[in-house]
């Protein structure tokens, strides 16, 4: 069975940074895509917001809010996909999940995922 485990999360001031890892099995990211979402307090989980995706060729995507702050990268010697996240905004604030799926349709959509984490959780404060 397919594995996804978060680690990473925190509480930190506006500004700073965080970065968030994903531990998974090889195929996973030979395979398929994957892809950070967050959702945020008081969403619901169809309201998970796509916030980075790496697909199996390397290729990368990133929300209009989090471009230019946010990277994802992939370690595969380890398995470990991370997300590193620097300047920080209070409205990042949020439980992050990693997440594959087959690359079947748009990254950012939460009900293509075939596998979730458990999610690790953020917050900025001002």
């Known amino acids: 069975q397919v594995k996804l485990e978060e680690s990473g999360g925190g509480s930190v001031q506006a500004g700073e940074s965080l970065r968030l890892s994903c531990s998974h099995s090889?195929?996973?990211?030979?395979?398929?895509?994957m892809t950070w979402f967050r959702q945020a307090p008081g969403k619901q989980r169809d309201e998970r917001e796509g916030?980075?995706?790496?697909?199996?060729?390397?290729?990368?995507n990133y929300a209009d809010s989090v471009r230019g702050r946010f990277t994802i990268s992939q370690d595969y010697a380890n398995n470990i996909l991370t997300l590193q996240m620097n300047n920080l905004k209070p409205e990042d604030t949020a439980m992050y999940f990693c997440?594959?799926?087959?690359?079947?349709?748009?990254?950012?959509?939460?009900?293509?995922?075939?596998?979730w984490g458990k999610g690790t959780f953020v917050s900025i404060s001002s």
């Open positions: 997440a594959a799926d087959r690359e079947l349709g748009a990254w950012y959509d939460p009900y293509g995922v075939d596998y």
């Open positions: 090889k195929y996973i990211h030979v395979t398929g895509r």
């Open positions: 916030v980075a995706s790496i697909d199996s060729d390397g290729n990368t």
